[in-house]
């Protein structure tokens, strides 16, 4: 059905068509080109503020469609999310300050969603207005219902998509390649850089800690030297009390009282001084360090602070750097294997598609035969008998598409000697 509110010369119109054909009929200016320019407005025509009746604010034509279950116009609806239960209902409101506003079953759309949809409802059909019969770039969907390979069209399609997405991404798995590639040799230096000097969280508190320590200990080790030396070096007072000793041990025995306590005192000052030399030995021998070994952990703090200059961090960030480092070049070998397969998927999907893609050529080519003869078999009684229509159809597989390498023009020859052509330049509006 059809309903015009306030559009031109229409106040208020609501037209029910039945199954079969509807003939409208009137004199010039009667409204019969008002109808289809309402008409063309719903399914998302160019929109004007001149449509709209003199005086009104606005004009509105709405549209319900009655389709089967698998119609086309379906698929449109689901993509653009669109509730689709029962009819189909399209609404354009045309303001007179030449806005517009559309809805699909109440719902607003896009012009754009609504054209789409209105390109699968209706082919409005005239000498002087555009129509899918004479659009060549219909004819090869109108072959495609004609010969019933909207199925095998569909595949084809998917299998497009499923190329192209495999191009897509090996195109971006080899720009990430190219671009590290250009990393590359920095990425391995680091990589054996940082695996020979082999750095560890905690390595330069420990190292900074024992270089402390062995310097510490080189000033201290003179000193405990030095007290050795008085203690049980040349200058040791332990001979002479020895000495001593032993001269008192020999006095004992004529005055025993006077001499013992003598004695006793100095066997403990000799045990002392005995003990102070063997601590002073045990902590010499501690303080004791190999220059050499101060010397190679110099070189070790020198080494690891000059790496995380170059490679940014702290010291104790190395470790986690060199893993990074190594996981990019791992990611770097691999995604060369990586994009092998990736290029090995495209040729697969390339391959699927112009299979697919040549057998839909194939039955083009077929049900074009038949679509030849069904048009010619309808021409005599239009009294054009001596017509001749023609599906052309030019395959290209070098220039492949979602709907196949085929492109599809409907060619007429109206009289015999003639040349053939395509149908918009060759036939007339009545022959149309």
């Known amino acids: 059905s059809l309903s015009i509110r306030d559009i031109v010369l229409i106040e208020k119109l609501d037209l029910a068509l039945a199954d079969g054909?509807?003939?409208?009929?009137?004199?010039?200016?009667?409204?019969?080109?008002?109808?289809?320019?309402?008409?063309?407005?719903?399914?998302g025509g160019r929109g004007d503020g001149g449509l709209v009746r003199h005086g009104e604010a606005k004009g509105q034509v709405t549209a319900v469609f009655d389709l089967p279950l698998a119609h086309p116009a379906r698929a449109i609806l689901t993509a653009a999310d669109i509730a689709d239960e029962g009819d189909v209902i399209v609404r354009r409101i045309q303001m007179a300050d030449g806005r517009t506003r559309a809805t699909i079953n109440e719902q607003p759309v896009s012009v754009q969603t609504l054209r789409a949809l209105g390109a699968r409802l209706v082919e409005l059909h005239g000498q002087h207005d555009d129509r899918a019969l004479v659009d060549p770039t219909t004819h090869r969907t109108l072959l495609d219902a004609f010969g019933g390979l909207s199925a095998k069209t569909e595949t084809v399609a998917r299998l497009w998509r499923a190329?192209?997405?495999?191009?897509?991404?090996?195109?971006?798995?080899r720009a990430r390649l190219e671009e590290a590639q250009k990393e590359a040799d920095f990425i391995r230096h680091a990589v054996d850089e940082l695996t020979a000097l082999g750095p560890e969280a905690g390595e330069e508190a420990m190292l900074a800690e024992r270089r402390t320590?062995?310097?510490?200990?080189?000033?201290?080790a003179g000193d405990l030297s030095e007290a050795l030396e008085a203690v049980g070096g040349s200058g040791s007072p332990v001979p002479s009390l020895s000495a001593a000793v032993r001269r008192l041990e020999r006095r004992a025995g004529e005055s025993q009282g006077l001499v013992r306590p003598a004695v006793e005192a100095i066997d403990l000052a000799l045990d002392a001084l005995e003990t102070?030399?063997?601590?002073?030995?045990?902590?010499?021998?501690?303080?004791a360090f190999d220059p050499r070994e101060l010397e190679r952990v110099e070189e070790r703090l020198f080494a690891l602070r000059a790496a995380a200059r170059k490679y940014g961090g702290a010291i104790d960030d190395l470790?986690?750097?060199?893993?990074?480092?190594?996981?990019?070049?791992?990611?770097?070998?691999?995604?060369?294997?990586?994009?092998a397969a990736l290029e090995a998927k495209v040729a697969e999907a390339e391959d699927a598609y112009r299979v697919a893609a040549a057998a839909l050529s194939a039955d083009r080519k077929a049900a074009g035969a038949k679509l030849d003869a069904a048009v010619d078999a309808e021409l005599p009684p239009l009294k054009l008998e001596r017509a001749h229509f023609t599906a052309r159809i030019?395959?290209?597989?070098?220039?492949?598409?979602?709907?196949?390498?085929?492109?599809v023009e409907f060619w007429v020859r109206t009289n015999?000697?003639?040349?053939?052509?395509?149908?918009?330049?060759v036939a007339s509006g009545g022959e149309l």
């Open 276 to 287: 102070a030399r063997s601590h002073l030995e045990t902590a010499l021998r501690d303080a």
């Open 163 to 173: 190329w192209r997405a495999a191009l897509s991404e090996a195109g971006a798995e």
């Open 394 to 407: 030019d395959s290209d597989p070098r220039s492949p598409g979602a709907e196949g390498y085929d492109r």
């Open 21 to 43: 054909l509807t003939v409208l009929t009137g004199e010039t200016g009667a409204g019969k080109s008002i109808l289809l320019d309402a008409l063309s407005l719903a399914l």
């Open 319 to 339: 470790p986690k750097v060199a893993a990074r480092f190594a996981a990019q070049l791992d990611a770097l070998n691999r995604s060369a294997t990586t994009l």
């Open 416 to 425: 015999p000697g003639t040349r053939p052509g395509p149908m918009m330049k």
């Open 213 to 220: 320590s062995m310097m510490r200990s080189e000033k201290i």
